[in-house]
């Protein structure tokens, strides 16, 4: 089973609104990370959040963690036609080093 | 630093085939992990290679093998092909340095498709 998972599935929204996407997972790890793949391509790593940490920001993208929830949400401001894509989020398990276990991704639209 | 590279970029084989991929790593990463992809499935972990080791399994079958050079570069090799196996095996590398899993960088992947 799924380590993680996105919630929603899909999501469409305008250019400039804000997008918000959410992961859970079941059990505890060590990180978690946000990957985006456009269109069946390879995927490339947005950010990274160790358990011990709450918060973090990249440029337009905010991530937050809590552990207690074991939950994560993904926050794009500002969106672009550029943002449409599959967003991942993948944990690291305590004890599993090195594997990450992927969620099934939630598609983002942006329409220009 | 030039980036993750997967050879080929696509293949078409029969059931019953094998196929082998390949995956070259940043340079200096010395951990190479394999995934498979598939719309039903998902991302799933296949292996990790870490200096010619396999340091972590995922769930497949004995079908699936993989092994890394010195060089770093790693292969993988799924014998007797099956429908099923028809996916994006995608590959990426990470410096991996301490414990824990720093980010992973993708190559683009290898589709395969079995008739």
């Known amino acids: 089973s799924q380590q993680g998972e996105e919630d929603p599935q899909a999501l469409s929204i305008q250019e400039g609104e804000n997008a918000t996407m959410n992961c859970s997972y079941k059990?505890?790890?060590?990180?978690l990370q946000w990957y985006r793949q456009n269109s069946g391509r390879g995927l490339v790593h947005l950010i990274l959040?160790?358990?011990?940490?709450r918060e973090k920001h990249s440029g337009r993208l905010r991530v937050t963690l809590d552990t207690s929830k074991k939950s994560s949400s993904l926050l794009i401001t500002a969106s672009r036609a550029a943002d449409t894509a599959s967003y991942f989020c993948?944990?690291?398990?305590?004890?599993?080093?090195?594997?990450?276990?992927f969620g099934k991704g939630t598609l983002l639209t942006v329409n220009p | 630093k030039a980036g993750v590279t997967q050879t080929p970029r696509y293949l078409i084989k029969t059931r019953g085939q094998q196929v082998t991929l390949s995956c070259s790593p940043i340079?200096?990463?010395?951990?190479v992990s394999w995934y498979q992809q598939t719309p039903g499935q998902g991302l799933q972990f296949l292996f990790e290679?870490?200096?010619?080791?396999?340091?972590n399994k995922g769930n497949f079958p004995g079908r699936f093998s993989g092994r890394q050079f010195s060089n770093s570069r790693s292969e993988m090799n799924v014998s007797t092909l099956e429908l099923g196996d028809s996916a994006l095996y995608l590959c990426?590398?990470?410096?991996?340095?301490?414990?824990?899993?720093?980010?992973?960088?993708f190559g683009p992947g290898t589709r395969l498709t079995v008739l």
């Open positions: 059990t505890s790890i060590n990180n």
């Open positions: 959040i160790r358990s011990n940490e």
């Open positions: 990426a590398s990470s410096s991996a340095v301490g414990v824990h899993h720093n980010e992973q960088f």
């Open positions: 290679y870490f200096s010619e080791t396999q340091r």
């Open positions: 340079s200096g990463h010395r951990s």
């Open positions: 993948a944990t690291e398990v305590g004890g599993s080093n090195y594997k990450l276990t």
